[in-house]
């Protein structure tokens, strides 16, 4: 970071400023959001600062906040990220770039990623059982054993190595259940659980040994 960039987070007040030029802002923007979020939930949980506490929901995702950017004449950009009272799915991201008497305001919304389902055999044959068999006899309880599960019965079964995320999808549908965030599965599903890794390519993932043994030896529970 330069001399001429500054960078704080109040966590009592929910407060998160960034302010630098405009490439340096643009360019680590996301790396610092992903810090308050990390220091938030690492306050919260530990009871820090006297801050009220939390359901695990709300923790899980502190996204609740609304984002400010300006412009001035030395072309250094100001962030202001103020926590707010709810935790909303989505961040608004307004811009505003002063022209003489006049601004310009941008409103940009951050959506989900749309993944559709991927075409995966998950039939029966001579040598294999289908999915519908195999979940049914493991017996998984949430999304991330589910999950799981279907990373591992695609890459035992089927002899891939990576399982994209649209696979995964597929496989919810032939279970004929509802899909989850599929994203924050997986990356909850590797950051908590340890039994997924991240694939070489975006959005395919891996099985790890932790994930194989749970499937195949601690499933169903007793």
Same mark, same amino acid.
């Given at each position: 970071?330069?001399?001429?960039?500054?960078?704080?987070?109040?966590?009592?007040? %929910?407060?998160?400023?960034? #302010?630098?030029?405009?490439?340096?802002?643009?360019? @680590?923007?996301?790396?610092?959001? &992903?810090?308050?979020?990390?220091?938030?939930? #690492?306050?919260?949980?530990?009871?820090?600062?006297?801050?009220?506490?939390?359901?695990?929901? #709300? =923790? =899980?995702?502190?996204?609740?906040?609304?984002?400010? $950017?300006? $412009? $001035? %004449?030395?072309?250094?950009?100001?962030?202001?990220?103020?926590?707010?009272?709810?935790?909303? *799915?989505?961040?608004?991201? @307004?811009?505003?770039?002063?022209?003489?008497?006049?601004?310009? !305001? @941008?409103?940009?919304?951050?959506? *989900?990623?749309?993944?559709?389902?991927?075409?995966?055999?998950?039939?029966?044959?001579?040598?294999?059982?289908?999915?519908?068999?195999?979940?049914?006899? !493991?017996?998984?309880?949430? @999304?991330?054993?589910?999950?799981?599960?279907?990373?591992?019965?695609?890459?035992?079964?089927?002899?891939?190595? #990576?399982?994209?995320? %649209? &696979?995964?999808?597929?496989?919810?549908?032939?279970?004929?259940?509802?899909?989850?965030? =599929?994203?924050? =599965?997986?990356?909850?599903?590797?950051?908590?659980?340890?039994?997924?890794?991240?694939?070489?390519? !975006?959005?395919?993932?891996?099985?790890?040994?932790?994930?194989?043994?749970?499937?195949?030896?601690?499933?169903?529970?007793?």
């Amino acid at each position: 970071m330069t001399s001429d960039t500054k960078f704080r987070i109040n966590l009592r007040e %929910g407060l998160f400023e960034l #302010e630098g030029n405009e490439d340096f802002v643009d360019k @680590h923007l996301e790396k610092f959001e &992903e810090i308050f979020k990390m220091a938030i939930k #690492e306050v919260i949980i530990n009871n820090k600062e006297g801050l009220p506490a939390l359901s695990k929901e #709300e =923790i =899980i995702t502190p996204a609740n906040t609304s984002l400010d $950017s300006f $412009s $001035s %004449g030395d072309n250094r950009v100001h962030i202001v990220r103020q926590k707010t009272s709810q935790f909303p *799915s989505t961040v608004n991201l @307004h811009q505003e770039v002063p022209l003489g008497s006049k601004s310009i !305001k @941008h409103t940009i919304s951050k959506v *989900s990623v749309n993944i559709p389902p991927l075409p995966v055999d998950l039939k029966a044959n001579d040598t294999k059982p289908g999915l519908r068999e195999f979940f049914k006899d !493991k017996k998984p309880s949430n @999304h991330y054993e589910k999950c799981t599960l279907f990373v591992y019965y695609i890459t035992k079964f089927n002899k891939q190595i #990576e399982v994209r995320y %649209g &696979e995964i999808l597929s496989c919810y549908e032939e279970i004929n259940e509802k899909k989850p965030s =599929i994203i924050d =599965i997986v990356k909850n599903s590797i950051r908590y659980k340890g039994w997924l890794e991240s694939g070489g390519e !975006k959005y395919s993932t891996r099985l790890t040994i932790s994930g194989e043994n749970f499937i195949k030896f601690d499933l169903p529970k007793s």
